[in-house]
Nanobody, 123 residues
Framework: VQLQAFGGGLVQAGDSLRLSCAASGRIFSSHVMGWFRQASGKERQFVAAIRWGAGTTYYQDSVKGRFTISRVGATNTVYLQMNSLKPEDTAVYYC?????????????????WGQGTLVTVSS
């Protein structure tokens, strides 16, 4: 599975942005697709994830109610809709795929990673 993330950019606080992650290769219902982010000088952190088959979603507490993860099976694409963006959301965002993760929130459980896309939120 190869992943390509895009859609990042420079926005102002309160704006919205949608990230996309295009997956090539076979995506199975057991797969979990996730978004992580890494701010400068900080560790990579979980943002959101979705079970490919069931569509169950998971979010980091700080983005609940503002971010929405979704997927389109026909195009093997995962989206991260980000609303009410804050300066603390500034980071490089990565999409990732896991075959059968034991812990959806842990980046170590993900097998495939995209190249990352930078999101900068100015105050």
């Amino acid at each position: 599975v190869q992943l390509q993330a895009f859609g990042g950019g420079l926005v102002q606080a309160g704006d919205s942005l949608r990230l996309s992650c295009a997956a090539s290769g076979r995506i199975f219902s057991s797969h979990v697709m996730g978004w992580f982010r890494q701010a400068s000088g900080k560790e990579r952190q979980f943002v959101a994830a979705i079970r490919w088959g069931a569509g169950t979603t998971y979010y980091q507490d700080s983005v609940k109610g503002r971010f929405t993860i979704s997927r389109v099976g026909a195009t093997n694409t995962v989206y991260l809709q980000m609303n009410s963006l804050k300066p603390e959301d500034t980071a490089v965002y990565y999409c990732a795929a896991a075959r059968r993760p034991s812990n959806i929130y842990d980046s170590a459980n993900y097998d495939y990673w995209g190249q990352g896309t930078l999101v900068t939120v100015s105050s």
